[in-house]
């Protein structure tokens, strides 16, 4: 069984910084790509940040500039380094994961989800 436990939210002032990070336990036998994904109270989830497992990555254009995904293949942990913060940014934050767990196709995966709360 996979598990992906996010931790570092929190309530931070607008301008502020917090970073996120979410690791992946179990019988994992490769991480493809990684992210993280947020949802505001009334509002569809969208994507934040990708990573591939070669380091390659991708943002909304909503965090561009100040938000910066990040991973460790040896640890099976990616990060979320978010600065200058604005309220807008309130949401749970979710990992996801796309990770094989043996010779078969690879499954996504979720984290029980992070608070983050940016005060104006």
């Known amino acids: 069984q996979v598990q992906l436990v996010e931790s570092g939210g929190g309530l931070v002032q607008a301008g502020g910084s917090l970073r996120l990070s979410c690791a992946a336990s179990?019988?994992?036998?490769?991480?493809?790509?990684m992210g993280w994904y947020r949802q505001a109270p009334g509002k569809q989830r969208e994507l934040v940040a990708t990573?591939?497992?070669?380091?390659?990555?991708s943002y909304a254009d909503s965090v561009k500039g100040r938000f910066t995904i990040s991973r460790d293949n040896a640890k099976n942990t990616v990060y979320l380094q978010m600065n200058s913060l604005k309220p807008e940014d309130t949401a749970v934050y979710y990992c996801?994961?796309?990770?094989?767990?043996?010779?078969?196709?690879?499954?996504?995966?979720w984290g029980q989800g992070t608070q983050v709360t940016v005060s104006s």
């Open positions: 179990g019988r994992i036998l490769s991480i493809n790509v």
């Open positions: 990573i591939t497992s070669g380091g390659s990555t």
């Open positions: 996801n994961a796309q990770i094989q767990i043996d010779r078969g196709s690879f499954a996504n995966y």
